[in-house]
């Protein structure tokens, strides 16, 4: 679906909404967030994260989200000294059997300079110009048993026309990826023009009931430990529609308690993809779980595989289903993968991870591993650990009181090819030569950017106070490695990393019933296209209105 618009209207009734918003805010009492601690990435989900670390909320597995209403309430803090005691309740304030309330509606504007930028926004894709962004919703719990949320997102990106990097290709297909265009769906541009996009957004339904946990939904999932970078499963794009059956609380082995997920979803893909026909969509079959040790407080260690392969022409079978449960050799896979034998068309990654909280330090370390495809057999496995992997380490430190909690986190990615590549091919994460939209859904990464570029970092100063949230960045990614000629085939005037370094701050300001949401960010991408540098300002306004 497409409709042109006018980029002047179009700011200008962000611009009203949020000046008529203003007063409106400060007249009525603080929102409750709780119902917004569910959503991947959120505000509310950050803050309870730092609240666990400095001690102040319970310690709770944090590899499986997005988290239901009831594990929401397992997390809430068993005390009032915070800094947004007023908006997040204490855990003798959970609800009662029935509550039905709206979703706060929020609404953003976000320009870019040059080029398009953006990262763990689910859905929405801001090109070069302004997109403008709104959602609302509904939830509605019954207990701790039931829940449904409803909250769809709509946005217009205006999408002006910025230098492709094109390698001669015609029409569409000039917008695809110039290194991978056939083993990847991420284009450079969503088309010649501006755009509309509806999205079903952060919607789910769930069920949960002696300790296990049964649902449908499209919102976004993390699986793994990071904050900024994750590498399997993140909000860097939309969620897709899945169906997930698994624990809803981690179950006590003796040892230690566990926990996990089973997730069976569609998979699709932009207008820009190389694929037509059979193919064009995608099955995907995962399984994430984590191990709490009983005798390491704060410990957690977890697994997790993720399938994506062609939707099968004669329906989905049991053995399509169970994907994620085979063997991690090809030799076990009855002649599927295995030399001379028949291809598989299935894209499989694989992570393990850990994450180790310590409250009386109010400090957290934790890192993933990220392994692409199967290994032959236990020797090819013990020979060639480090194959076509990455891997992502992070910390962060709390210090501070209940009036204001200041916080530093660092995380360092890195998935460039081992030295292995000399003797065995090896290539940067998330494309693939058969199912070739790669780790994608609707041509946007399901993993990091920086991943896919070959690595990156991020360093972060945050604080949380009872007016709200200020933080700055520094963040350094890899858009891709060094090549000796162009995509074209004509020769490189720089040679080296396409590297992109970003400074930024962010403001969230509470106002009574309005959350106001600016920030800005300065980016130099170095040796962009293989040639010039360039400068991109990323700038935005936003609001969230309590009903």
Same mark, same amino acid.
């Given at each position: 679906?497409?409709? =042109?618009? =006018?980029?002047?209207?179009?700011?200008?009734?962000?611009?009203?909404?949020?000046?008529?918003?203003?007063?409106?805010?400060?007249?009525?009492?603080?929102?409750?967030?709780? $119902?917004e601690a569910v959503v991947v990435g959120s505000d509310a989900e950050r803050y309870l994260r730092v609240l666990q670390v400095a001690g102040a909320a319970p310690l709770y597995p944090w590899s499986i989200r997005g988290f239901s209403p009831a594990e929401v309430d397992r997390l809430l803090p068993d005390t009032a000294a915070h800094p947004w005691r007023d908006r997040l309740p204490s855990a003798d304030s959970a609800p009662g059997t029935l509550r039905v309330r709206g979703v706060r509606p929020q609404a953003g504007l976000t320009y870019n300079s040059a080029f398009p930028q953006g990262t763990n926004d689910g859905a929405l894709w801001t090109g070069r110009g302004l997109t403008a962004a709104v959602s609302a919703g509904v939830e509605v719990r019954v207990g701790s048993a039931l829940s449904l949320r409803v909250?769809?997102? @709509?946005?217009?990106?205006?999408?002006?026309?910025? /230098?492709?990097?094109?390698?001669?290709?015609?029409?569409?297909?000039?917008?695809?990826? /110039?290194?991978?265009?056939?083993?990847?769906?991420?284009?450079?541009?969503?088309?010649?023009?501006?755009? &509309?996009?509806?999205?079903?957004?952060?919607?789910?339904?769930?069920?949960?009931?002696?300790?296990?946990?049964?649902?449908?939904?499209? @919102?976004?999932?993390?699986?793994?430990?990071?904050?900024?970078?994750?590498?399997?499963?993140?909000?860097?794009? @939309?969620?897709?529609?899945?169906?997930?059956?698994?624990?809803?609380?981690?179950?006590? &082995?003796?040892?230690? #308690?566990?926990?996990?997920?089973? &997730?069976?979803?569609?998979?699709?893909?932009?207008?820009?993809?190389? &694929? =037509?026909?059979?193919?064009?969509?995608?099955?995907?079959?995962?399984?994430?779980?984590?191990?709490?040790?009983?005798?390491?407080?704060?410990?957690?260690?977890?697994?997790a595989r993720f399938f994506h392969e062609p939707w099968p022409e004669g329906g989905v079978a049991a053995a399509d289903l169970t994907r994620p449960l085979e063997s991690f050799y090809k030799g076990n896979l009855g002649g599927r993968d295995e030399p001379g034998g028949p291809p598989?068309?299935? $894209?499989?990654?694989?992570?393990?991870?850990?994450?180790?909280?310590?409250?009386?330090?109010?400090?957290?370390?934790?890192?993933?591993?990220?392994?692409?495809?199967? $290994?032959?057999?236990?020797?090819?496995?013990?020979?060639?650990?480090?194959?076509?992997?990455?891997?992502?380490?992070?910390?962060? !430190?709390?210090?501070?009181?209940?009036?204001?909690?200041?916080?530093?986190?660092?995380?360092?990615? $890195?998935?460039?090819?081992? %030295?292995? !590549?000399?003797?065995? %091919?090896?290539?940067?994460?998330?494309?693939?030569?058969?199912? #070739?939209?790669?780790?994608?859904?609707?041509?946007?990464?399901?993993?990091?950017?920086?991943?896919?570029?070959g690595g990156g970092s991020v360093v972060a100063l945050e604080a949380f106070t009872p007016r709200g949230r200020w933080s700055v960045d520094w963040t350094r990614a890899r858009i891709s490695a060094p090549r000796r000629t162009s995509p074209r085939g004509a020769p490189l005037t720089h040679s080296g990393w396409n590297v992109v370094h970003s400074l930024g701050g962010e403001v969230v300001a509470f106002r009574g019933r309005l959350?106001?949401?600016?920030?800005?960010?300065?980016?130099w991408e170095l040796n962009r296209h293989y040639a010039d540098d360039a400068f991109n300002l990323n700038a935005s306004l936003g609001v969230r209105v309590g009903l």
């Open positions: 679906m497409r409709t =042109r618009f =006018r980029p002047v209207p179009a700011s200008a009734c962000c611009a009203l909404a949020l000046f008529l918003a203003v007063p409106l805010g400060a007249q009525r009492p603080a929102p409750d967030l709780r $119902n909250e769809p997102l @709509a946005f217009w990106s205006q999408n002006r026309s910025f /230098p492709l990097l094109v390698d001669g290709r015609p029409d569409s297909l000039r917008f695809t990826d /110039p290194y991978s265009p056939g083993g990847i769906d991420l284009p450079q541009r969503f088309g010649d023009g501006s755009f &509309v996009r509806v999205d079903p957004g952060q919607s789910t339904l769930r069920l949960d009931g002696r300790g296990f946990a049964a649902g449908v939904s499209t @919102a976004n999932q993390q699986w793994g430990t990071a904050v900024d970078q994750p590498l399997l499963l993140g909000p860097t794009a @939309a969620g897709f529609p899945h169906a997930f059956l698994g624990t809803s609380t981690p179950w006590n &082995v003796g040892l230690g #308690r566990l926990h996990g997920r089973v &997730v069976w979803g569609s998979l699709g893909q932009s207008a820009y993809s190389e &694929v =037509r026909g059979h193919g064009s969509r995608r099955l995907m079959t995962g399984v994430v779980g984590v191990f709490l040790p009983a005798r390491l407080t704060g410990l957690e260690l977890g697994v598989g068309v299935e $894209n499989q990654l694989a992570m393990g991870f850990f994450r180790w909280t310590l409250p009386a330090s109010r400090f957290e370390v934790y890192g993933e591993f990220l392994r692409e495809d199967h $290994n032959y057999d236990l020797e090819d496995l013990i020979l060639e650990p480090d194959r076509s992997s990455g891997y992502l380490l992070g910390g962060r !430190k709390v210090w501070g009181r209940d009036g204001v909690l200041r916080t530093v986190r660092a995380e360092w990615v $890195n998935t460039t090819p081992s %030295h292995l !590549k000399r003797g065995a %091919h090896q290539g940067l994460p998330y494309h693939h030569s058969s199912t #070739r939209q790669g780790h994608t859904v609707h041509g946007q990464l399901l993993g990091s950017p920086a991943a896919y570029g959350d106001l949401v600016a920030r800005v960010r300065g980016s």
